[in-house]
């Protein structure tokens, strides 16, 4: 079994700053591709930003040049680093990670999400 374990949500003001952090444990051989998703209220859940393990990523159009995702394989962590907060950015984020297990099982697996909130 796998699992992801995210900190670092909370509240913060339109231009400030927030840094995610998403911690995997568990029985793991590889992690592949780790990202960060989000979903506000009343809408659906959309990807933030991607990244594989060789540092390859990708970012939703609407937080490019504002949020920076990073990971350090030694810890099975991935970050997020948000800046220029805007009052839109209000979601919970969750953390996913596709997972190899050492018994070459594959998990796609979800972080039980924490809030960010965003006040003028």
């Known amino acids: 079994q796998v699992q992801l374990v995210e900190s670092g949500g909370g509240l913060a003001q339109a231009g400030g700053s927030l840094r995610l952090s998403c911690a995997a444990s568990?029985?793991?051989?590889?992690?592949?591709?780790m990202g960060w998703y989000r979903q506000a209220p009343g809408k659906q859940r959309e990807l933030v930003a991607t990244?594989?393990?060789?540092?390859?990523?990708v970012y939703a159009d609407s937080v490019k040049g504002r949020f920076t995702i990073s990971r350090d394989n030694a810890e099975n962590t991935v970050y997020l680093q948000m800046n220029s907060l805007k009052l839109e950015d209000t979601a919970v984020f969750y953390c996913?990670?596709?997972?190899?297990?050492?018994?070459?099982?594959?998990?796609?697996?979800w972080g039980q999400g924490t809030q960010v909130t965003v006040s003028s």
């Open positions: 996913a990670a596709d997972i190899t297990s050492w018994q070459m099982r594959q998990y796609d697996v």
């Open positions: 990244i594989t393990s060789s540092g390859n990523t």
């Open positions: 568990g029985s793991i051989f590889r992690i592949n591709r």
